[in-house]
């Protein structure tokens, strides 16, 4: 079972960039690495999922290293609306046709002003 | 507009008496998924279910029910055998395909009251 560790929290400020790094040392080689984003009292969003080197969408970047046992979720510009908690999972195949999601506490981003 | 939905969004309920969590998708993904969360907590898996008329036990099944009738739909309910209920409860699904990962799509949950 692949376990993620990742900050509790993180506080940054409007506009810098923000480095979320997650660790799964007992990653398996067909999981994928998958980032989702919750604000209070709304099921989490799916933010940007990878399975090597780096990923790159309109919202985030993905960095993972050769390795594979940590990633870092890169938030370019964030902005007070950014403020939210952010898991790092490791999708798991169960029975071959779901995916059994392990989530964490995840890590409560605060952006101040 | 494709989505998932969940009713009510607050309920309240007298300990001792069960109650259903509604969760219907438009989206036509074959998996669902029940998760549970507490205050400060990660998200918790419940039951899911691949395929109609098919569910599994998740991490913490107990004093829970689902059905999966329909494709479009799988209610939850919780029990009095349920000893702490009050909790919020989320609803998703994928596409559940046979390989590869799925991106799996949230409602907006129900917060569950039990006094």
């Known amino acids: 079972l692949a376990k993620t560790t990742q900050p509790i929290s993180m506080d940054s400020y409007e506009g810098q960039e923000v480095n979320i790094t997650c660790s799964h040392n007992?990653?398996?080689?067909?999981?994928?690495i998958t980032w989702y984003q919750q604000f209070p009292s709304q099921g989490p969003r799916f933010i940007i999922q990878?399975?090597?080197t780096k990923v790159t969408n309109e919202v985030a970047s993905l960095f993972i290293p050769a390795d594979r046992k940590s990633s870092t979720l890169s938030l370019p510009r964030v902005s007070l609306s950014d403020t939210a908690v952010y898991y790092c999972?490791?999708?798991?195949?169960?029975?071959?046709?779901?995916?059994?999601?392990?989530f964490g506490t995840g890590t409560l981003l605060a952006v101040q002003p | 507009d494709g989505g998932i939905t969940q009713s009510p969004k607050y309920l309240f309920r007298k300990e001792g008496q069960n109650v259903t969590l509604s969760c219907e998708q438009n989206?036509?993904?074959?998996?669902m998924y029940w998760y549970r969360q507490d205050p400060g907590q990660g998200l918790r898996l419940i039951y899911y279910?691949?395929?109609?008329?098919?569910?599994q036990k998740g991490d913490i099944a107990e004093g829970y029910s689902v059905s999966r009738e329909k494709k479009e739909s799988f209610p939850l309910t919780v029990t009095s055998a349920q000893k702490n209920p009050t909790a919020f409860y989320l609803c998703?699904?994928?596409?559940?395909?046979?390989?590869?990962?799925?991106?799996?799509?949230f409602g907006p949950g129900t917060r569950l009251t039990v006094l």
């Open positions: 998703a699904s994928s596409i559940g395909a046979a390989s590869g990962y799925n991106e799996q799509f």
């Open positions: 007992n990653i398996a080689t067909n999981d994928y």
């Open positions: 990878g399975y090597k």
């Open positions: 999972l490791v999708g798991e195949q169960y029975g071959g046709a779901t995916n059994k999601l392990i």
């Open positions: 989206l036509n993904h074959d998996a």
């Open positions: 279910s691949q395929i109609v008329n098919d569910f």
